[in-house]
């Protein structure tokens, strides 16, 4: 039977028409016509829809069940306790992965009888969903109701989650869906099917999957939910935004009242179980945990911030990853970090650096940042320094440093800038203010034995913001006196050249187109160990050293091997010495090579973490650093023997000058043996100590964002003195080590000890270097094996003098009147010296000749 495109229409315009119906005369149609329409259209019907229905399939995602199943998961911090104290959460990641034995019988059932009451009986599909969206797949609110479980959960990882924005696109998912869903229950077990679908779905306030709605709406595992609290989240997923039990409890009550229904309905609870759960006032807790929740939610943590990129690095070096492939797995891949972080001494750490009683000051630095369009098109861009140059020219403040006195007065100098640069009339095209407290400090502790990270602070204050500026790992500023044990003395001692006895003489010194001064201002002190070099932080023999014992090159390699990474060629310089270098350090990098130090010479790289792991368990990074020798053994000892003084209650001779005090007893506390080394820079823009005991290595910096002085005695500024770091530093390790042993440092067997001089370095001469006018300057050093000096003192001379007047005698002198004197011998120049006044003296003028 064939009947055309036209005919038909006709045929079914007849029917349609009010003077053409059954019964008519001739224009009547029979019952045999309809049946034929009927068939046609079905044979018709069927004949299309079987190709169509082909093609689709043949454009179906290629079929592999280990796809279908949730990827992104959000990444885990754990502390040294094994506590989460960080979770880095992606876009589409903010879900924690359960297996099936961890979910509860009752929230298998819930979601099952809401959700799919055949599911473990159907084959992936159901005849009466596929009946339900015949009539809703053509609507354009159709929600996709009646889907299975696992046709929700194909959709959500092969199809993006169905967001189809026509009709026709709705109806190709579906069929593919379909087919999909058919492929997969018959290659996987249902208990997978189904724990992979509660891992994957949505359930509001950006949680994914059951377990990290569990604990963000209840606080504890999915495993310890009850029967109401299952409901609860089963009830969500039909519209995650109106069932949110946070947002709207009454939507939620409803629904988790039909989805105890369904279950007892189903067989699965008891009346009374319905009735019990029903009674639970669940939304009291919900949004007691929400309180909670909301009061935790903070930026990450210092700490937090470095691993993050010690992690990416490490992704990045050892599997060639790019920073987009690293960021994605970090966030998004749900790995397991393990670190180091003791949460113990971390809250030492923030305690003592957030307390104002450890501040003699208290200024506020304004962050700014104002574009303005001005009236001719020209845009204009002010940053604090306007503010500041504004403050100095227009209000008549010249010596203003950027410092306010309070936030206030930070706020009221900003709002007069502002409308300064709006005179003209022009128009705020961006704008951003901050304040930040002064002075400013960073401060790591370190394990180091084993190279662990324990603790890190980037600053004081309010951390308001994830990855910003990290001034423990990311701040670079100069290391002032800390660097003479790196780039000099350590060199010095390492190559067997000095010794702790080696003697420089102190006294005004010009070298390389500079001027070199001590910290404590134009007194010299003539010639004097290593050991008081380091002791009392002197510069001028510092720079010798380097300049006659290692040389420039030297030193810079030598503080490269211990993880200095920011040395350039243009450091290869005598002011290398003194941490004048071109690009400043950081105090993590400092801190750990001061560590090497404190772990008899051997160089780990920080660790931050002791291993990643993904979603699995496979280890994909391993934390435990790779251990290199970078001094002897000896050496790092002598280094910690000489830096133990530097914390004891010392004053290096001053023979009238100027009385020169050992720099870290401020830092010093009682209990433990203590070895460090302070360091200031030029008009006290830094402040520095690091020091270490036999268990922690730790280093504090102090300074303002900005570079100004924390102490002015000529202007009487005082932006926090130069001592708060110090106080800080002993406070933190004091508390650290409370209830610990002191085992002391242990001494290598290869350190001997021998007598010697201190003021020429070598084997004292008998009768004369203890009979040095200011006291005997004989005393014990240590040495490693091999370089006890061999010499005799050259420095000491014993000569004859006129008893009358302690110069030299002339012939006038009577013999009877003579007697023996010790005195030094200088270089020449050496007349400003404090060894200078015990120096070769004049002719006596008493029995001179007429």
């Given at each position: 039977m064939n009947f055309s495109k036209n005919s038909i229409n006709r045929r079914i315009s007849e029917l349609?028409?009010?003077?053409?119906?059954?019964?008519?005369?001739?224009?009547?149609?029979?019952?045999?016509?309809?049946?034929?329409?009927?068939?046609?259209?079905?044979?018709?019907?069927?004949?299309?829809?079987?190709?169509?229905?082909?093609?689709?399939?043949?454009?179906?995602?290629?079929?592999?069940?280990?796809?279908?199943?949730?990827?992104?998961?959000?990444?885990?911090?754990?502390?040294?306790?094994?506590?989460?104290?960080?979770?880095?959460?992606?876009?589409?990641?903010?879900?924690?992965?359960?297996?099936?034995?961890?979910?509860?019988?009752?929230?298998?059932?819930?979601?099952?009888?809401?959700?799919?009451?055949?599911?473990?009986?159907?084959?992936?599909?159901?005849?009466?969903?596929?009946?339900?969206?015949?009539?809703?797949?053509?609507?354009?609110?159709?929600?996709?109701?009646?889907?299975?479980?696992?046709?929700?959960?194909?959709?959500?990882t092969v199809f993006n989650g169905g967001a189809e924005k026509n009709a026709g696109s709705r109806f190709e998912r579906k069929v593919q869906e379909q087919y999909l869903a058919l492929k997969l229950t018959h290659d996987v077990d249902r208990k997978t099917i189904l724990t992979n679908y509660l891992n994957t779905i949505n359930l509001g306030n950006d949680t994914l999957g059951v377990e990290a709605a569990s604990r963000r709406y209840f606080g504890k595992d999915v495993s310890q939910l009850n029967l109401s609290e299952c409901a609860v989240i089963a009830g969500i997923t039909q519209n995650p935004a109106r069932y949110?039990?946070?947002?709207?409890?009454?939507?939620?009550?409803?629904?988790?009242?039909?989805?105890?229904?369904?279950?007892?309905?189903?067989?699965?609870?008891t009346a009374q179980q319905r009735d019990e759960a029903l009674e639970d006032d669940v939304y009291v807790r919900i949004q007691t945990n929400d309180i909670a929740s909301r009061s935790e939610s903070h930026p990450y943590s210092w700490y937090t911030d470095e691993l993050i990129e010690q992690v990416t690095g490490d992704l990045k070096k050892n599997y060639?990853?790019?920073?987009?492939?690293?960021?994605?797995?970090?966030?998004?891949?749900?790995?397991?970090?393990?670190?180091?972080?003791?949460?113990?001494?971390?809250?030492?750490?923030?305690?003592?650096?957030?307390?104002?009683?450890?501040?003699?000051?208290?200024?506020?630095?304004?962050?700014?940042?104002?574009?303005?369009?001005?009236?001719?098109?020209?845009?204009?861009?002010?940053?604090?320094?306007?503010?500041?140059?504004?403050?100095?020219?227009?209000?008549?403040?010249?010596?203003?440093?950027?410092?306010?006195?309070?936030?206030?007065?930070?706020?009221?100098?900003?709002?007069?800038?502002?409308?300064?640069?709006?005179?003209?009339?022009?128009?705020?095209?961006?704008?951003?203010?901050d304040t930040v407290i002064q002075p400013q400090v960073s401060f790591v502790l370190?394990?180091?034995?084993?190279?662990?990270?324990?603790?890190?602070?980037?600053?004081?204050?309010?951390?308001?913001?994830?990855?910003?500026?990290?001034?423990?790992?990311?701040?670079?500023?100069?290391?002032?006196?800390?660097?003479?044990?790196?780039?000099?003395?350590?060199?010095?001692?390492?190559?067997?050249?000095?010794?702790?006895?080696?003697?420089?003489?102190?006294?005004?010194?010009?070298?390389?187109?500079k001027i070199f001064h001590n910290w404590w201002g134009d007194d010299y002190k003539g010639y004097h160990t290593i050991r008081e070099a380091i002791t009392y932080s002197m510069n001028i023999p510092a720079v010798l050293c380097l300049r006659d014992t290692v040389k420039p090159q030297n030193g810079v390699e030598f503080a490269r091997n211990l993880g200095i990474s920011t040395l350039t060629a243009t450091d290869n310089n005598l002011a290398t010495a003194l941490g004048g270098i071109t690009n400043?350090?950081?105090?993590?990098?400092?801190?750990?090579?001061?560590?090497?130090?404190?772990?008899?010479?051997?160089?780990?790289?920080?660790?931050?973490?002791?291993?990643?792991?993904?979603?699995?368990?496979?280890?994909?990074?391993?934390?435990?650093?790779?251990?290199?020798?970078?001094?002897?053994?000896?050496?790092?000892?002598?280094?910690?023997?000489?830096?133990?003084?530097?914390?004891?209650?010392?004053?290096l001779y001053d023979g009238g000058g100027y009385p020169v005090h050992s720099t870290g007893t401020t830092a010093a506390f009682d209990g433990m043996t203590i070895a460090g080394k302070s360091g200031t820079t030029t008009r006290n823009n830094d402040v520095w100590f690091v020091g270490y005991t036999p268990y922690y290595t730790a280093g504090i910096w102090g300074g303002c964002d900005g570079n100004q002085s924390l102490s002015n005695s000529e202007?009487?500024?005082?932006?926090?003195?130069?001592?708060?770091?110090?106080?800080?530093?002993?406070?933190?390790?004091?508390?650290?080590?409370?209830?610990?042993?002191?085992?002391?440092?242990?001494?290598?067997?290869?350190?001997?000890?021998?007598d010697v001089c201190r003021k020429s370095g070598k084997l004292p001469i008998t009768g004369v270097c203890e009979n040095d006018p200011r006291g005997s300057s004989v005393y014990t050093e240590y040495f490693a094996a091999g370089t006890v000096p061999t010499e005799v003192c050259d420095h000491h001379v014993r000569i004859t003098v006129c008893g009358a007047s302690g110069m030299r005698p002339t012939s006038r002198c009577p013999e009877s009147g003579l007697t023996q004197k010790v005195i030094m011998t200088v270089p020449d120049g050496g007349d400003v010296t404090d060894d200078s006044a015990f120096a070769m003296p004049d002719y006596c003028s008493i029995h001179s000749p007429d």
């Open positions: 349609k028409s009010p003077k053409k119906r059954l019964g008519h005369r001739a224009g009547s149609i029979t019952l045999g016509t309809i049946a034929g329409i009927t068939v046609f259209i079905a044979v018709t019907g069927l004949s299309f829809g079987y190709g169509a229905i082909r093609g689709i399939l043949a454009e179906s995602p290629v079929y592999d069940p280990s796809m279908m199943k949730p990827t992104e998961y959000f990444s885990s911090i754990y502390n040294s306790h094994g506590e989460v104290v960080q979770q880095l959460i992606g876009p589409e990641s903010n879900r924690i992965r359960v297996t099936y034995d961890e979910l509860p019988a009752d929230l298998v059932n819930a979601f099952v009888a809401i959700e799919d009451s055949r599911f473990w009986q159907h084959r992936g599909i159901d005849i009466r969903s596929i009946l339900r969206a015949v009539t809703g797949v053509l609507s354009d609110n159709y929600s996709g109701g009646g889907s299975t479980i696992t046709q929700q959960l194909i959709k959500n949110n039990p946070i947002t709207h409890p009454q939507d939620n009550a409803s629904r988790r009242e039909i989805v105890l229904s369904e279950m007892y309905r189903q067989g699965y609870i060639g990853y790019t920073d987009t492939q690293a960021w994605n797995l970090l966030y998004t891949g749900g790995l397991q970090i393990y670190t180091p972080q003791d949460p113990d001494i971390q809250k030492i750490v923030d305690e003592e650096v957030n307390d104002p009683s450890n501040y003699s000051a208290a200024k506020i630095s304004l962050d700014y940042r104002l574009s303005v369009s001005e009236t001719d098109g020209t845009i204009k861009n002010y940053t604090q320094d306007d503010i500041r140059t504004y403050i100095r020219t227009q209000k008549e403040k010249p010596d203003f440093d950027g410092l306010f006195a309070t936030e206030a007065e930070a706020n009221t100098a900003r709002d007069e800038f502002r409308a300064r640069a709006l005179s003209d009339g022009g128009t705020i095209l961006s704008e951003t203010s370190m394990d180091q034995n084993t190279g662990e990270v324990k603790a890190l602070s980037g600053g004081r204050g309010e951390k308001k913001a994830s990855r910003i500026l990290n001034r423990a790992a990311d701040s670079l500023r100069q290391p002032g006196s800390t660097f003479k044990v790196l780039s000099v003395f350590a060199p010095a001692l390492d190559s067997g050249q000095a010794t702790l006895a080696t003697t420089y003489y102190d006294a005004p010194l010009s070298s390389d187109g400043g350090v950081s105090n993590l990098e400092l801190t750990n090579a001061f560590a090497s130090i404190a772990d008899g010479g051997v160089y780990r790289k920080p660790v931050f973490y002791t291993k990643v792991t993904d979603q699995n368990g496979k280890i994909l990074l391993d934390g435990t650093p790779e251990a290199t020798r970078v001094m002897k053994d000896s050496t790092a000892f002598l280094l910690t023997n000489a830096m133990t003084d530097v914390m004891k209650s010392n004053t202007t009487g500024v005082n932006n926090g003195g130069t001592s708060f770091h110090k106080i800080i530093w002993r406070k933190i390790m004091q508390r650290v080590h409370q209830g610990m042993t002191d085992p002391g440092f242990a001494v290598p067997s290869d350190i001997e000890t021998a």
